[in-house]
């Protein structure tokens, strides 16, 4: 069964009081939400990953997950926390190869590709984003770049592990911009994404897997994109900060 999701991305925001206000306001806001088809995923700043957790242990469908994770497991390495670390708080998934990431914090392919092996070992879900930027689009490159992101971070695990991963499209262009990919070019991305992984993995976990849009998707147009065949819910940024804007996200999925 392909699972619908809509995933905060919260990024640095958030103080640890506020968190655990929002977190309890999408809770009560929710109700009793409950539909095995459909996740509520928070990723959160790792201060609020315990306290959220033991929020959402009363709650059904809601998860909380990591926004990266350490490409190291123990040692001297000063402010870091391991895909263990997070796992130890409850959280059950961790978001790797954020465009922020890539691009900010000078993170790899190859890098991000070993970090999901750490996450599927210590038990997290990775939420695997890839997309193009503005330029690579303009020159009609998106599909091979986005290609080459999956390749690369798939390569190595088995069609098991694949299935583990929720994949996330999201634009770069379109991340925090207000500029938001048409249903009609995600749906073509996710597509195109899907057929990929058939290849990698095989067509019965492409079949199953989640496939996310994210970049600028919000309250008015996350319906519309939710309705393609492809896009299985959103990875959302600014509009996962107010709980009403967030839940009607969710009730668009
Ligand atoms: P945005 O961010 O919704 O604010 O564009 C999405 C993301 O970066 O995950």
Redesign the pocket.
Known sequence: MRIRIAAA?WKLNQSYSEGINLANSITNLLGNFSDESTKIILATPFIHLHGIAEIFKRAFGLHVAAQNCSLYTSGAFTGEVSAEMIRSTGAEYVILG?S?RRNIFGETDEMIAQKIKLALAAGLNPIFCCGEKLEERNQSHHFQVVRNQLMIALKDLTPQQVSEIVIAY?PVW???TGLTATPDEAQEMHKFIRSEIATFAGASQAESISILY????NAKNASTLFAMPDVDGG?????SLIAEDFIKIVHSL
């Open positions: 991305n954020h922020e999201e379109a991340i925090g994210g970049g600028s998707c990875l959302i940024g600014g509009a």
